[in-house]
């Protein structure tokens, strides 16, 4: 499946932007999806997900609460809402998808076979 993400910019510290994934799979089923980071000079983090089996979205530490990760299983589209953006959210924001990625490795990006090209996301403070 070929992903593509898009909606980054340049936004104010404590503005909100929306970032859209779509896939050109026809369906989402059985994909566990997930939003990873990279900020210049920095190693690729994970950043939210959703499990295809579980309705329960998990997210890392630093955007809980603030992040709100979502999936439209019929358009093949996965979001990522954030709020309260910080200058430690710059990066190019990729998302990823996998068929077979097993729970222990929900957070470790050599275990999705899918990835986006990137969008930027550029906070000022």
């Known amino acids: 499946v070929q992903l593509q993400a898009y909606g980054g910019g340049l936004v104010q510290a404590g503005g909100s932007l929306r970032l859209s994934c779509a896939a050109s799979?026809?369906?989402?089923?059985?994909?566990?999806l997930a939003w990873f980071r990279q900020a210049t000079g920095r190693e690729r983090e994970f950043v939210a997900g959703?499990?295809?089996?579980?309705?329960?979205?998990f997210y890392a530490n630093s955007v809980k609460g603030r992040f709100t990760i979502s999936r439209d299983n019929a358009k093949s589209t996965l979001y990522l809402q954030m709020n309260s953006l910080q200058p430690d959210d710059t990066a190019v924001y990729y998302c990823?998808?996998?068929?077979?990625?097993?729970?222990?490795?929900?957070?470790?990006?050599?275990?999705?076979?899918?990835w986006g090209q990137g969008t930027q996301v550029t906070v000022s403070s």
């Open positions: 959703s499990k295809w089996t579980d309705s329960n979205p």
């Open positions: 799979a026809p369906t989402f089923r059985g994909y566990t």
């Open positions: 990823a998808a996998s068929r077979t990625i097993i729970h222990s490795n929900l957070g470790v990006p050599s275990a999705y076979e899918h």
